[in-house]
């Protein structure tokens, strides 16, 4: 499970560990944080017990598709919501928790040998991407 550290309200020191790896987390992954000092101002962790900090949302990103290694017919690749990724060859709209065609050409990018998706941060509604031109 995922802890939101965005709109906490303790400070560092009275965190549980779980709340202070998800601070630690947000760190590595190069995230920015703001801490409480008379208003909220961007910092660089310091991690003092008496401090509040808030994580700063990172910016969503697409998933990453290696389109060039993909058949010509792939026109759209979309995430379902369990995060399976398929290809279509026609626009495909949202349809309860999955990605749908009126095509029948449509196949799962796991059909295809040795195409990794990277997985980006964006909503698996959010995710379908038209093949660049």
Request: with cysteine.
């Amino acid at each position: 499970m995922t802890i939101d550290m965005t709109n906490n309200r303790v400070p560092y020191g009275l965190l549980t560990e779980e709340e202070k790896a998800a601070l630690h987390e947000h760190e590595k992954a190069g995230g920015e944080f703001k801490y409480w000092c008379d208003e909220w101002a961007q910092v660089k962790s310091s991690w003092y017990y008496n401090m509040v900090y808030r994580t700063v949302p990172l910016p969503k990103t697409q998933d990453v598709i290696a389109w060039e290694k993909l058949p010509d017919w792939v026109a759209y690749v979309a995430r379902d919501m369990d995060g399976s990724v398929w290809c279509f060859g026609a626009e495909s709209e949202v349809c309860t928790g999955v990605w749908s065609s009126s095509t029948e050409n449509y196949r799962r990018i796991d059909d295809f040998p040795g195409i990794v998706v990277q997985i980006g941060t964006v909503d698996w509604k959010d995710s379908k991407q038209r093949r660049p031109r």
